[in-house]
């Protein structure tokens, strides 16, 4: 069945620094992949959509990259602030998985200033 | 800026009571889903929701869960009777398109204890 690993340990990290934090994904070939941020106690909120021809989107600070051959993504904040502290969940998805979303575990990232 | 509205945003209930949680999705989305996650845990998938019947559901979703569109705006997840591991924050999301291939779009969650 298929599996997604993300970084079970939070990632701390001091401010301005970036944060790379990792989606692995493993029996399947996903055709594109989604990350959302996740405040506590809140909803996921859509952050970036990768597709399975795309090798690396940027949208302001953030960039996520797709490697079909690895089975991971990348996603990556640069010079983080204390607000991009949450935790980050990848969905990665198959081309006939319908509308679902199938989250990994989550990375929770702390940024310290 | 548009978005999914969930109430209520916390409900207490009795084990074996029934519950409804209500969310409005974005005015002009077409699919519609539940999430639910328990603490600590990952969100999970419950069911999809177009054209006015389930597109796809978990094994979550089992016969306890029901999931209705009454009326042009509200969309409803009913358990029929809550047990103990009911306990979660649940999630409802609407989409334009497929989520596969498209934003999803998260209420802020009802979080339901079953006492």
């Known amino acids: 069945s298929q599996k997604i690993e993300q970084n079970s340990e939070a990632l701390n990290i001091q401010e301005g620094k970036t944060a790379t934090l990792t989606c692995n994904y493993t029996n399947y070939s996903p055709a594109y992949l989604q990350w959302y941020r996740q405040d506590p106690g809140r909803g996921p909120v859509f952050l970036l959509l990768?597709?399975?021809?795309?090798k690396e989107k940027r949208k302001e600070r953030l960039k996520v990259t797709f490697d079909t051959t690895l089975k991971q993504s990348l996603f990556h904040i640069t010079a983080s602030q204390p607000a991009d502290s949450a935790t980050y969940l990848c969905?990665?998805?198959?081309?006939?998985?319908?509308?679902?979303?199938?989250f990994g575990q989550g990375t929770e990232l702390s940024v310290k200033p | 800026e548009p978005e999914v509205t969930q109430t209520p945003s916390h409900q207490v209930t009795q084990m074996g009571q029934e519950v409804i949680l209500r969310c409005v999705p974005i005015s002009n989305h077409l699919y519609f889903y539940w999430y639910r996650q328990i603490l600590g845990q990952k969100v999970e998938f419950l069911v999809s929701f177009y054209n006015n019947e389930i597109s796809e559901k978990s094994e979550i979703f089992d016969d306890q869960f029901s999931v209705e569109r009454p009326d042009g705006s509200n969309f409803t997840l009913k358990i029929r009777s809550t047990k103990l591991e009911d306990s979660a924050m649940y999630f409802c999301a609407s989409s334009g398109g497929f989520a596969g291939n498209t934003e999803a779009f998260f209420g802020q969650g009802t979080r339901l204890t079953v006492v």
């Open positions: 969905a990665p998805g198959r081309r006939n998985q319908g509308g679902k979303l199938i």
């Open positions: 990768i597709r399975e021809n795309e």
